[in-house]
């Protein structure tokens, strides 16, 4: 049994770390701090966890706490995690950071996208991207995993077979993206009401998202040169769930592409690649941590078009975070992870 | 290991049913019978249990192979489990029947409910009604569970305490519940197409409901006397959720109807009294097995208010079907419903 | 042609009222004010009124500007029109209050609920209660007029024919309530947030609501005593829409109910008796400004339920105001306000 | 005053059209038709419609009665117009088809998506594809107009500024759209059921759509020659709307993209170009025949990618629709589609 910290649980990624972790038998919730919040038991704020965590208290960011655990998540908005992991990782414990403090290798970068000085460079250099399809070996051996964002994690398992395999042109990716409401996080703000999110549908940041540099370098890294790519996030009228619809153009022949997505796949814990013909639903993954794919190719013509979904809350933060806690520790990579989704 | 069949997989009580069925580590689904799907694999109708029953298949309802099984869940219309039960039960196959068939004590008023005489009235009285918190020693030792309706769950639990002690007129009874659409099964009508059922609130039933009389029964073995209930059934426009509001004439002085709640359901595994001043929300049991009550005394009034959330596919069906199970199998009773519930 | 003024017009009721006057052949829209959005285009603010009011802009509220008025809404929170209206009516303006400063007669009573002292007690004598259905001809005639809460005009409507006809035990009333969520405002609150309140159901102010004296008030006048009334509202997963399930007891033997709603409301332009066996759907009112009625007897029981359903923003807010405008400046009672229902 | 019918008045389009209608001054609805409902009153099927047709009854379709009328509606599946039209025609009625029988000029690309021969190539000459902002005139004088379908519509008015202008390579077209569930009309399917389409987003089609044929031809003709275009229609939680995200390549370096899309509209009733850098949102346009667009250039890459959105069963449908009528009988164009978006 290891012990876990949690900072900054009251947010949406918060409590599904803590739905999720009720679930693991290796790991035990020890802390979870909130400024806001200290001195409320979890369960009278989310009631779901009533009967699991009956005596967990948010308390006030205690380093030293904190340092006593073996490992902490970070669950925060960005900046925090600059402030506190060189003291952490000092003491030893393993950081899996589900913020956007050190998915950018290039600190410059970082800073033009946050508007603030990057508090932590001497850091990056440990930092290991954590998306276990991609980088899985050095996630095992590393002391501060950088947890993707949901956005890059639906798209870059999407691109990622025809990337690697050099089969599309790097230059003219598009990736039309929607996200249910839960992405936007927990705050109180007026385009976040029911009745403003619902029964509508509209696209945002269509001229810039600060998912873009963190895409982009990962898919760079998938066949070593930059990308040309568009990304236009879109907010669906729903709690949970991420759909990538991405476009690419095939530069050279290609029999059976969906052989090669269930060939790259194959041995992935948390991919699905779909028959032929599919179209995967967000529903599909409501509450689990798979990425389902399906792959197609309007009228045989050179437009490749992957379907993408995931809970953004699961695999694109908290389960992808447990994931990678999993192989850090040396647990089934799976465990705690292995329920269905709720569908209906 | 036990094996068990279900039979009319294909509605929302089947797959729910296989959902939760996935994370019991003692029971083994080896039949899954549809005259319609025959043939078709569960997770291609289901891609949500893709990866969990890879293989399972529906089939022909077929006796010999169900009555080779320990237990046979019925996830059918009425009628279906009259018709099958008692060949099943000669075999030693225990059976948990999901439908209104064995419910009612009396077949003469299940006749006059369900417009078509009762096909199995010699089985009734080994029937034992399938509500732990009230018959939990009979369900023990039962061949043949008759699983209780959802809108009957929620008000039975919400009345109990109170019907118990002897501190309401039964006379009185007013019974406002709400219920997600799944309650109208997955039968394809137009008034359950989102178009329809979305941003929409009604009644339906308000002069009579096939729950009626099965409320009326449970309320009245409480008390040993014959209640006069008013149930009017709603449609809200969510999924899964039930929410009985559920209304009471104090006929004594009472101290504390907090304490009450909480001494009855202290050792119910799945039954939560809430803190006094609580108002459940349905989406603080999404998923799972629990009721969440609260009790309220409006301005000192005699009146009392009763707030009762279930799931209504897993307290009000397959999860009550399969605490049922755990125990006529001598399982604890909280095997394979330990998750906590979705939210958000 | 007449010039308003709309008193805190950024909330949804001000929106509305945009909405709808937008119809309006006589009546002009020369002020919108609002503290926060002074200077801002309205139609920046809501692009659905693009095209309608181009150049109307928010503006710092300015008792000269709204004395020059013919007639000025408010659309405010409580205590707004206190200060004002007396400046208001002494050049002339009259007033439509869509908020609760002048519903109540007993100064004392709204200070009880609203927990400050009432700021403008001598105006209550002047002030009408705006339900047409009840009080159309002093409508005509006032200078003041206090629009009546969604609630209480949903739970009014239900009621009147039974309690005016002496037929129902005014001791014995539960008025079940369910709303959408545009009751609770357009204030960034995390519970009325989507990612909170869809997908779920819940009560609230189950031991006492600011709602329930003004209802007390409007049923005792019916019938000469006081009322006792439990009434417990409810959130239910949608913008718009309320819908009131009303319980009382016969205290005599009728024939026919559904005559005495048919006949009671034969002449109102927006109260809609639905033919008897009716369940009325909110979205059967969606935007407009008529109550839907169904009555119902189940088991001819000496239970009464009646169903009433009002779209909150329109006959439970913005509507009933311009209904009372029509009435008080000599214009057809539905002028403005004769669109059809959207749906679906 | 003129004398319409409708055939196939069931549907959505067809019970849209009666709102719409209800407020226009010059058409009298003096025929419905429909098969499965001959007999019903529209109202006891559409209760939104109760107090505006309260004596309309659907009937058999019967040629005698509708030609008679000075117009004729046809919402119907398609080849029912075929059928019809020529019969109608020749009594000088005017046809306006909301079906696909008269939208693609060429009869075999007809037959070939349709799965059947086309019932009418005859009258293909005489028919106007009705996008007023492309074909006002021909519409003027037309005898037979094929409204455009939904996701057409909303496709050309994005694309219409860009490919006239010359400014975009027409072979690399990507119109990633997404449609409320309105879209798949009123038939009870399990896929639109609320409890399948909500809370879930889904790609459907992705490898070739019915409208796909028409979007060409309509593109095709803005710059006179042959289009490359992938279409993905998505399906989003929600009722009604459709939003499209276009995507495509400068060809020229052009200043001012913003100003040319303005231009192009200034004098359109029914396109909105929105203020740069807007992000149209569907419900601005819930209930209204307008389409409103946005136009913005990521990063200043060569990439455009415009917002275009509209409610599918008016300006996609039922408004379009009436447009066209205003067109081809003299009445202003707006005339009965003035009332604002219904919001929130």
């Known amino acids: 049994m290891i012990k876990v910290g949690i900072v900054g649980g009251t947010g949406y990624t918060g409590v599904e770390l803590l739905r999720l972790l009720a679930q693991h038998p290796h790991v035990s919730v020890e802390a979870i701090t909130s400024r806001s919040e200290a001195g409320v038991k979890v369960c009278d704020m989310y009631p779901n966890l009533r009967g699991h965590y009956d005596t967990l208290t948010f308390s006030e960011p205690d380093a030293k706490q904190l340092g006593d655990m073996d490992a902490v998540f970070f669950a925060t908005p960005h900046g925090v995690a600059h402030a506190l992991a060189g003291e952490l990782l000092d003491k030893g414990t393993r950081i899996i950071d589900l913020s956007a403090d050190f998915r950018l290798r290039d600190a410059k970068v970082w800073s033009e996208w946050y508007g603030q000085p990057h508090g932590a460079p001497s850091l990056l250099e440990k930092a290991v991207y954590g998306l276990p399809e991609m980088h899985r070996e050095k996630i095992k051996t590393a002391r501060l995993v950088a947890v993707p964002g949901c956005y890059p994690t639906a798209v870059q398992l999407g691109y990622l077979p025809l990337l ?4 599309i042109d790097p230059q003219q990716l598009i990736a039309d993206c929607k996200s249910g409401v839960t992405g936007a996080g927990r705050g109180a703000k007026v385009p976040s009401l029911l009745a403003e999110a619902s029964e509508s549908f509209k696209a945002y940041g269509a001229s810039g998202h600060r998912h873009l540099p963190e895409i982009r370098q990962g898919l760079g890294d998938m066949q070593a040169h930059p990308v040309g790519l568009t990304f236009v996030p879109h907010l669906t009228p729903m709690i949970r769930g991420i759909h990538a619809t991405l476009y ?13 997505f ?4 194959a041995s992935e814990p ?16 409501k509450g ?25 809350l699961v695999k694109g933060a908290s389960g ?13 990579e799976n465990m705690g992870l292995t329920a269905p989704a709720l569908m209906p």
Do not use: W
């Open 288 to 312: 689990i941590n798979t990425c389902r794919l399906a792959v197609h190719r309007p009228e045989n013509s050179n437009t490749v078009v992957v379907l993408s979904v995931i809970d953004n």
């Open 248 to 260: 690419s153009q095939l530069t050279t022949s290609v029999d059976d592409l969906q052989a090669l």
């Open 262 to 265: 269930e060939k790259r796949y």
């Open 320 to 332: 992808q975070a447990i994931q990678n806690l999993n192989l850090m520790f040396g647990f089934e």
């Open 164 to 167: 690697e395999a050099g089969l």
């Open 270 to 285: 948390f991919v699905d690649v779909m028959p032929a013909g599919s179209h995967p639903e967000t529903r599909s993954v």
